[in-house]
C-alpha cells in the first residue's frame, strides 16, 4: 500500500465551498481511480496552516498513473481555493504495524 501525501494552504474563507468541491467533484474522480483505496483530508483546526490529504493506494503504479493522468484536472479544480503550490510524495505504508486499518480498508 502507498500514500500519497498532499500540502498546501488553502483559501480559509472559501473553506466550506473548498470541502464541498472535494465531496462533489474531486472524490468522484478519485473514486474510479485503479487502486485507489481512501483519502483522508486533514484541515487545521484553528484555519491557520497547511491542509494535509492523504489518498491511499493499493501500489505505487497506481497512485503514479494518477498524478500523471489525472491529477492536472483535479489541480485546475482546486486551483481557485489555493493560496500556495502543492505538494506531494510518496510513501510506503508499512502495513505490518497497521494490520487492523489495512483489513478495514479492504473489506
Not at 498513473?65 to 508499512?94: A, G, Q
Request: glycine share 2%; hydrophobic share 40%; proline share 7%.
Amino acid at each position: 500500500m502507498f500514500a500519497r501525501i498532499v500540502e498546501f494552504i488553502p483559501d480559509f474563507e472559501k473553506k466550506e465551498e473548498l470541502i464541498k468541491t472535494l465531496r462533489n467533484q474531486v472524490l468522484p474522480i478519485l473514486k474510479k481511480q485503479s487502486g485507489f483505496l481512501e483519502i483522508l483530508p486533514l484541515f487545521p483546526e484553528n484555519e491557520a496552516g497547511k491542509v494535509v490529504s492523504i489518498s491511499l493506494w493499493t501500489e505505487k503504479r497506481d497512485a503514479e498513473r494518477f498524478e500523471r493522468e489525472t491529477y492536472p484536472r483535479v489541480h485546475e479544480i482546486l486551483k481557485p481555493y489555493l493560496n500556495t503550490p502543492v505538494s506531494y510524495k510518496l510513501y510506503k505504508v508499512e502495513t505490518t504495524l497497521a494490520e487492523h486499518f489495512v483489513e478495514t480498508l479492504t473489506v
